[in-house]
Structure formats: C-alpha cells, structure tokens
C-alpha cells in the first residue's frame, strides 16, 4: 500500500459527532466471556455515508475526475459517468456471485476500480479507491474507541472484527486511533474483513469462519460477545450462531433497527457508549 495511506485518511477525515438515539441502555452481567469481537462501520468508527466501497451518487463525479486529474490517470472513454459505471460493476460482481451460490456477496474494489479505468492494481490505483473512498465517506472514531480498547486488552480479552470491508478499513485504526490493530490488542486470525472472503453480512459465512478460528483457541460462541450497530447484520445472524450479543445504539444516523423485519434475535445488551461495553463483563 502506498506509504501516503496514513496521510490521505487524516487530511479527508474529519470529526463526526454522534447523535444519540432514543434507546435506553440494557447492562446485564454476562459471565465468562472470554473474547469480544467488533463490527467497524457504526461501531468502532461514525461513518458520514455507510458501507465502504460503494458507488456514491452521480454528485461524486467531479471529485473522482480531480482524484484522476490529479494522479495523472487519464479518464477512460464512455457514455456513462465513471461513477455509474462503477455502480454497474458492482452489480455485475453481486450478480456472478449470487449465481456461484453466495447470497451475501462482497467486492474486491480494486478488482472494479482496475477494470474500469483499465489500470493496473498498483499503488496509483489503490491511492485511487482510498481517496475516493475517504473523499465521499469520512469516518471519524467513536468517542471512546481508545479507552475501551485499552480496558478490555487489559483484561486479557481476545479482540476480533467481523466487518464488512475494503482493503482500507484495518488503515483507519493507525491513520485515526494512532495504532495498528496489532498494537490495539486485535488478534490477526479473529479479524475477518468481508472483501478478504468474497462474503458479507449479514449471511453466516464470516460469523462461521470466526466460530472455527475460535474454537481453535478453545473458545465458544457462548464465551464470546459481539458489538454492532445493526440489528439484522450483526445481531441476528451472531446470534444464529449462539453468540452473545450486544447492539451498539450510540449513534442514531448509523443504527440500523430494521422494525420492518420481525422475527430478527433481540441482543442481550444495548450500550449507548462505548463505555458501557466493560459494565457487560464480569470483573478480570
């Protein structure tokens, strides 16, 4: 990745400020977990848009043009804005994919990027997708990241993610918090990024891959307790899969409660701050 990464994320960052939502927090004590996993988007980080490495709307054409402009990568010919035909080969991606079997399909953007301006997958492309990515979906931490990061490594907790993801999510833990997901205390085997899989939530697949990997550390889906902000992405199918779950509510523009879908599993907990997440666990 091109050494300008950090850079590029800290100078098209900027502060978001949640806004808080309705919920009440739900703080039940919950024994022997031994292990807590985190969604990214509207979780550990308050996106301005949503889900990385979507297609924005026509709006964003003059800013991906600047972006090439200012590279040097010549715009390709065509009777449909880049950022229209980007759409399109997403959806031409989900469609081959669902047809493969996968119901829940995940891109890798700099597949698409490569093809659509017909450039190579080299660092100028992928200082493509990252500013493009940063220019028209700012995230900034949620308050508190650092503090329960800290306190939960101290309890010598096993940290994962389970997120759906581009190759410049895990960049936003050094460019923002300071520290590599490493040096945060994430363990590199419970860390699953959906662009790395071909899979996203809220299918079972990467909560699947993260009950075997646990299992390989002699941990249970039971001992386990996974934070996220969306009721049918993270809380429903975690929850399938017999682990503890907890919905994070402290931002009303990123929680997703989907009241249009009943029959979804209720989380064990609702933080409202970050926090609160230590209050769940039972003293080290």
Request: glycine share 8%; with cysteine.
């Amino acid at each position: 990745m091109n050494p300008n990464a950090t850079d590029i994320i800290r100078k098209l960052s900027r502060e978001i400020t949640p806004a808080p939502s309705s919920c009440d927090p739900v703080l039940p004590c919950l024994p022997d977990i031994r292990s807590v996993v985190f969604d990214v988007y509207g979780t550990l980080f308050a996106p301005s848009c949503g889900d990385p490495g979507r297609a924005r709307g026509p709006g964003h054409e003059p800013t991906l043009l600047s972006i090439l402009d200012d590279l040097g990568i010549p715009v390709p010919p065509g009777d449909h804005s880049l950022v229209d035909q980007l759409l399109d080969l997403v959806r031409r991606e989900h469609a081959s994919s669902r047809d493969q079997g996968i119901d829940y399909p995940e891109i890798e953007i700099r597949d698409l990027w490569s093809e659509l301006l017909d450039h190579p997958r080299d660092s100028r492309l992928e200082q493509v997708a990252l500013t493009y990515e940063c220019a028209t979906n700012p995230v900034w931490p949620m308050p508190g990241v650092s503090g329960v990061l800290a306190s939960l490594r101290a309890r010598s907790l096993a940290l994962g993610i389970v997120s759906n993801a581009q190759f410049y999510t895990p960049l936003l833990f050094p460019a923002l918090l300071g520290r590599n997901l490493t040096e945060l205390g994430f363990e590199d085997d419970l860390c699953l990024f959906s662009y790395q899989h071909g899979m996203a939530k809220p299918g079972l697949a990467l909560y699947e891959i993260l009950r075997e990997r646990l299992a390989n550390r002699g941990l249970t889906p039971e001992q386990t307790l996974y934070l996220g902000n969306d009721a049918l992405k993270d809380i429903h199918p975690a929850a399938e899969l017999g682990f503890r779950t907890a919905l994070f509510a402290g931002d009303n523009r990123s929680l997703r409660l989907h009241p249009d879908k009943p029959g979804l599993h209720s989380p064990d907990a609702v933080v409202t701050t970050l926090a609160q997440l230590p209050e769940l666990l039972t003293p080290a």
